[in-house]
């Protein structure tokens, strides 16, 4: 998701470009599998001392549901507004000064904004702790390991041992 913002970098502060995004092999993290291409728009605009990124994408992600174990697929809507800094000066070429600040994004010594990292950082904000399949999953039987979704199986409720007490005084009545 490279945008090359040279001439962008030229103009006057307020001046943008807009993109549309269509990216088919971009990998997100290792630990995340992305089913189909990213899409989404982008707006670049020049601000004082760089660009300003903003915009939005959609995607699905597959994961494993944490009361199944079934693979599913997500869709997910993430929008991002993100600041870039120049590394090299536009007109001389020279180097600039190391970026400081933490929530800011390097422009490339080629004058190329990656959104690929900014937009991994708010996937991963978005993605669910616990990803379940559906709010009604009903999860595998702790006993024999069925998938309830399918329908209950034959295992008898387990006795919990800390109420046999209570059975033996009823017994004594």
């Known amino acids: 998701m490279l945008y090359n913002v ?4 030229k103009a006057s502060v307020g001046a943008s470009l807009s993109a549309d995004i269509h990216e ?6 290792k630990d995340l599998k992305l089913i189909g291409p990213i899409e989404g728009h982008v707006r670049l605009r020049r601000l004082n ?7 939005w994408v959609d995607l699905t992600l597959e994961f494993i549901c944490n009361r199944c174990l079934n693979k599913f697929q997500q869709p997910i809507h993430v929008t991002f507004m993100e600041r870039f800094q120049p590394t090299i000066d536009i007109i001389t070429g020279v180097a600039l000064p190391p970026i400081e600040e933490e929530d800011v994004f390097a422009i490339d010594d080629h004058h190329q904004v990656d959104l690929t990292e900014a937009i991994r ?3 991963l ?3 669910p702790m616990i990803p379940i399949c559906r709010e ?4 595998l039987c702790p006993q024999c390991g069925h998938d309830l979704n399918l329908g209950p199986c ?3 409720p387990e006795e919990d041992a800390r109420f046999n007490i209570l059975k033996e005084l009823l017994q004594d009545l």
């Open 121 to 123: 950082q708010r996937v």
């Open 6 to 9: 040279a001439q962008l970098m």
């Open 154 to 156: 034959s295992c008898q």
């Open 24 to 29: 088919e092999d971009v990998q997100i993290d």
């Open 125 to 127: 904000l978005e993605i």
């Open 136 to 139: 009604d999953c009903a999860g």
């Open 49 to 55: 001392q760089g660009i300003l990124a903003d915009g």
